[in-house]
């Protein structure tokens, strides 16, 4: 293996690690304010470790989550939430598709196929992710920026969810409390205002998700214009 591509590899494995541990953290720390439960006593070396852990399972969890909800059916989100992320898809599908980038790849894909298409404006009718991964094959250097916006998007997402799973667990958490007195979580002037942030958190949080993701499915088209060009 060449120095370059072990260090792309231990690289990407660091930001993994980053994603999970940064959500598992965030979970943590809303936690230990909301509920009961103290974890100020992990001072030593070997809870700060257990501490590790516990953070890196939660972010993963929360990571699974994410993609469940936000990929597979299995977990239906609220309507309202479903017709966001489908209006936020066809937004960024749509400025994809009318960005000049995109028109111009599509002209020099079939000016440099030109000799080995069926009809000369046979990319004109591909599909977006077809011709992302064509021009992508053109210019492999584009695959650090490409995870890199990723990287972030999937960030955004993670903490979205966990902060507004956060506010109705916390909503439940005050509800058994005044209903059945289990005397659960840390009831204060500022829980509350927690309460008035966590929905908005994770609403910006999703707009800077999907913003990241636009990115990163248009900037293929660009940098495979910058290439070819030099050519």
């Known amino acids: 293996m060449k120095a370059a591509d072990l260090f792309e590899a231990i690289k990407s494995s660091v930001f993994d ?36 852990i516990i953070a890196y399972i939660l972010g993963y969890v929360i990571f699974s989550l994410s993609e469940e909800i936000e990929k597979k059916p299995k977990i239906r989100p609220p309507r309202c939430l479903k017709k966001y992320i489908i209006d936020q898809r066809a937004e960024g599908k749509s400025k994809i598709l009318t960005s000049i980038s995109y028109k111009m790849s599509i002209k020099l894909l079939n000016e440099h196929f030109k000799d080995h298409l069926d009809a000369p404006s046979q990319f004109d009718s591909a599909d977006v992710n077809t011709l992302r991964s064509i021009v992508m094959s053109f210019c492999p250097e584009s695959d650090t920026k490409i995870y890199m916006f990723r990287f972030r998007g999937e960030l955004c997402r993670n903490i979205s969810l966990y902060s507004i799973a956060h506010f109705f667990l916390t909503l439940l958490a005050i509800f058994c409390k005044l209903i059945f007195e289990w005397n659960i ?47």
């Open 17 to 52: 690690i980053i994603g999970f541990l940064l959500p598992g953290f965030y979970a943590l720390i809303l936690l230990n304010y909301t509920f009961e439960i103290s974890f100020n006593n992990y001072s030593d070396l070997e809870s700060e470790w257990i501490l590790l």
């Open 185 to 231: 979580v840390n009831q204060s002037t500022s829980l509350y205002l927690m309460l008035l942030v966590l929905p908005v958190t994770s609403y910006l949080l999703l707009k800077g998700y999907f913003r990241f993701v636009r990115i990163a499915d248009s900037i293929p088209f660009s940098i495979f214009i910058a290439t070819y060009s030099k050519k």
